[in-house]
């Protein structure tokens, strides 16, 4: 069946740097957009950033624009998200998700879903 599953999540200093990435088997995620969220304790879920070709088609959540950057590697079937810059804020458990059309913030455009990697800023 296909899957995804995220990894590098882990303990960081605040305004360090972590990077997650995300690999799907079962099948090939190349068509489709693939996007970030996250959730926080006591948070809702909420949309992080997504792809689709590239640069041409990528958006972000204005809280991580300038400090978080999403690409992918096709022939890997893979996604990644580089977070600089993080505060104790991005704390969370990061899902990767795929199956979007186009780069959504909405979640339900997502068919595929990770179990999640947690990803703590201190301070």
């Known amino acids: 069946q296909a899957q995804l599953v995220e990894s590098g999540g882990g303990l960081v200093q605040a305004g360090g740097s972590l990077r997650l990435s995300c690999a799907g088997s079962?099948?090939?995620?190349?068509?489709?957009?693939m996007g970030w969220f996250r959730q926080a304790p006591g948070k809702e879920r909420e949309f992080v950033a997504a792809?689709?070709?590239?640069?041409?088609?990528?958006i972000y959540a204005d809280s991580v624009k300038g400090r978080f950057t999403i690409s992918r590697d096709n022939a890997k079937n893979t996604v990644y998200l580089q977070m600089n810059s993080l505060k104790r804020e991005d704390t969370a458990v990061y899902y990767c998700?795929?199956?979007?059309?186009?780069?959504?913030?909405?979640?339900?455009?997502?068919?595929?879903w990770g179990p999640g990697t947690q990803v703590t800023v201190s301070s």
């Open positions: 998700a795929a199956g979007a059309q186009a780069p959504s913030s909405w979640s339900g455009e997502y068919d595929y």
């Open positions: 079962g099948r090939t995620f190349s068509s489709y957009a």
């Open positions: 792809i689709k070709w590239s640069r041409f088609s990528i």
